[in-house]
């Protein structure tokens, strides 16, 4: 990384199998919009969402707003799988227990 | 408490990596635990993130302090506290920012800037060993 | 800060009337307004509740302190701090008491107990002079 | 009152015209059970169920969670009216911002 520069903070991939997205880097303020709209499509279609969290080394607050938003919004329509949770991010569902939507999975 | 470390930063969206960054590094230098310097990253980031949403200032102000038995960062900002609460039937899902400080710091202070005496200022404390972690339950 | 008034209360519901009863009382003779007097008692009123409610312990301490430019109210329970953040999707609506005590008091400081060092002290400060209320937007 | 006892701290009074509740006293964790009982069949039915808060002197959370559980069980099915809430309690409905509920109306 370049000092004075700040790479793209959060970088966000489609996968195909399972059907989701892959992030990478840090989910907050000023990367949730993108989030958001990068869901907006699977929140229409519904059925199962896969993030794949291994490279968010950092989620605050607004990103959990953007998960509970899509999970009330897929309501029984659809779940939201987050797969290898990183420790911080894995204390942050923890405190909030996320564990207990019912359309939310965890998977180590 | 020695060593105030102290960092300002333009009260935007942006900022928040950097002030993520500056607390990482400071962390390292620390001794703490991971979970411990997560905890204390993740609580100090929203307290960041709320001098940029609601204070109104131009900039913010980030202190580490490390010592012998805690470390404590301060945020500081120039605005005036806005007085509510969010209720979720109306707003939809948030006001998680100062729940999760109050759940992830050892302490929390917060001094509000009211327009006679702007200047909303957030203590968060941790304490060195907090070995044992309450659980959620 | 001087003139500290203490008294001590079971952990119960039942005990939140006699501590507002106290609270009043010590209100009335401090040359509060109503409006900062209420705003005071509200917020003290919510960490009594927390005590009684997430506290464990069997009672509770509260102390009125009277100072010139500010009151402060303390609540001292001997438990432990329950780290959580209540989400009202999955819980329903809740979790507005220290939400509460933010948006009223003018300064709020949480130290919480741990399984180590059990113990949550919740100081409200309310100054004395805040003619001027920021409005909900 | 007499010293050391302390009065029942709500009292809960059926009204007919308007239907709905007299509240005096506190509302507050001792007393939400009692409160939640009597709006119990109001919510059942549905329609507009008035609550008068002129006797309230204190409210606190657990009393606005039950006044949000009530707006949220009545949906569109019916609405709550607060009719002369005292100051204290104006202050808490104002800092919840309670007012932007769609069936919530208060009276001075
Ligand atoms: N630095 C600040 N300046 C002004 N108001 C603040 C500040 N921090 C918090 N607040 C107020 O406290 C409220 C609750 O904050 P928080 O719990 O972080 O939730 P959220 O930011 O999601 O609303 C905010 O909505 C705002 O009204
Ligand atoms: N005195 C206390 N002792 C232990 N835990 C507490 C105490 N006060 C607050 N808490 C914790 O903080 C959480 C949030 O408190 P609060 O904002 O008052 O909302 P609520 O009481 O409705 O949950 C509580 O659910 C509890 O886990």
């Keep these: 990384m370049h000092p004075g520069r700040i790479a793209p903070m959060l970088e966000i991939a489609p996968t195909d199998d399972p059907p989701g997205l892959r992030l990478v880097g840090e989910v907050d303020l000023d990367t949730v919009a993108e989030l958001t709209a990068a869901l907006e499509p699977h929140v229409q279609s519904g059925g199962e969402i896969t ?11 607004s990103g959990v707003q953007v998960l509970i938003r ?14 290898h949770p990183g420790g911080s991010v894995r204390r942050l569902l923890q405190v909030m227990g996320l564990d207990r939507f019912d359309n939310l999975e965890v998977r180590a | 408490m ?20 500056f607390l990482r590094e400071r962390a390292a230098g620390s001794g703490l635990t991971e979970a411990t310097a997560d905890d204390l990253l993740l609580a100090a980031s929203e307290a960041c ?9 131009d900039e913010f102000e980030v202190v580490w302090r490390d010592g012998p038995s805690a470390i404590e960062v301060e945020v ?22 100062i729940p999760l400080m109050t759940a992830l710091a050892d302490r929390v202070e917060i001094s509000e800037g009211t ?18 972690r309450a659980p959620y339950e």
Tied chains: 1, 4.
């Design chain 2, 49 to 57: 993130a709320n001098a940029v949403l609601h204070s109104g200032s």
């Design chain 2, 2 to 21: 020695s060593e105030a470390v102290r960092r300002t930063f333009p009260a935007t969206a942006e900022s928040l990596p950097g002030v993520r960054a």
């Design chain 2, 76 to 97: 500081r900002d120039r605005g005036t506290f806005r007085r509510r609460v969010r209720v979720a039937s109306v707003e939809g899902p948030g006001g998680f920012g």
């Design chain 1, 51 to 61: 993030l794949d969290m291994a490279g968010v080394r950092f989620m605050g607050s």
């Design chain 2, 115 to 132: 327009p006679a005496d702007p200047g909303t200022r957030v203590r968060l404390t941790k304490r060195r060993s907090d070995a044992v």
């Design chain 1, 70 to 83: 899509t999970l009330n919004s897929l309501g029984d329509r659809g779940r939201l799988v987050l797969t």
